[in-house]
């Protein structure tokens, strides 16, 4: 069983550019969270989707938003990039957020994003 | 809201002897509390979560974690450690069931000494 996989692994870009980065679940996945790791800040929750739809959404600027589509894939994106965006984006996906696989996430390798 | 405060950035141990690991948490209800492990360029891992039920929970690669609610604590331990477990370690504490934001503590990077 494939696991979660995020693309691209590794991208530059420089300040006031876009990134789109994509996540896809493992098979049979629904729920489809983000989370921003700095070594400043350490781990910390972006938003997470489910059917489509924004459960959750942690405590950041409207530069950054995602999106899930109906086979349960899911990109993000940033925008108008600053310095301090610069962090390894990660995914993490989840049977059903309300069945017994709740709470149980699992990651992928992640984005490494590099501004400059 | 919940936090979580985890002990220690770096802890290192020898070859073979107990690992501690350290975190303690504060959640205005019952937690869920989760150990993930993340090796270098590689994503986070769940090694053992805890919901409801059995205090004492045992993970994957020898681990376990046992909650303890008088003192808002949930340590990771292995007897014994072996070079493969140099890591990463992070505590992660959620506020309900199906709820998928997790709160993170700032990890702890655990070193085997040959």
């Known amino acids: 069983k494939a696991g979660v996989t995020q693309t691209p692994r590794y991208l530059i870009k420089t300040r006031g550019q876009q990134v789109t980065l994509s996540c896809s679940p493992i098979s049979g996945h629904r729920s489809v969270s983000w989370y921003q790791q700095t070594p400043g800040q350490g781990l910390q929750f972006l938003f997470e989707?489910?059917?489509?739809?924004?459960?959750n959404k942690g405590n950041f600027p409207g530069r950054f938003s995602g999106r899930q589509f109906s086979n349960s894939r899911s990109e993000m994106n940033v925008s108008t990039l600053e310095l301090g965006d610069s962090a390894l984006y990660l995914c993490?996906?989840?049977?059903?957020?309300?069945?017994?696989?709740?709470?149980?996430?699992?990651f992928g390798a992640g984005s490494r994003l590099t501004v400059l | 809201a919940q936090s979580v405060t985890q002990l220690g950035s770096h802890v290192s141990v020898s070859e073979g002897a107990l690992v501690l690991l350290r975190c303690n948490y504060s959640s205005s209800v019952p937690p869920y509390l989760f150990w993930y492990v993340q090796y270098p360029n590689q994503g986070l891992q769940l090694l053992l979560k805890y919901t409801t039920g059995a205090t004492l929970v045992k993970g994957i690669n020898g681990f376990e974690a046992e909650f303890k609610k008088s003192e808002t604590s949930f340590h990771l331990t292995k007897p014994s450690a072996h070079m493969s477990d140099a890591a990463e370690y992070f505590c992660?504490?959620?506020?309900?069931?199906?709820?998928?934001?997790?709160?993170f503590g700032t990890g702890t990077r655990l070193t085997i000494i040959p």
């Open positions: 989707y489910f059917s489509e739809t924004q459960r």
């Open positions: 993490a996906s989840s049977p059903n957020p309300q069945g017994s696989g709740a709470n149980v996430l699992t």
């Open positions: 992660a504490v959620s506020d309900s069931f199906g709820n998928e934001k997790l709160t």
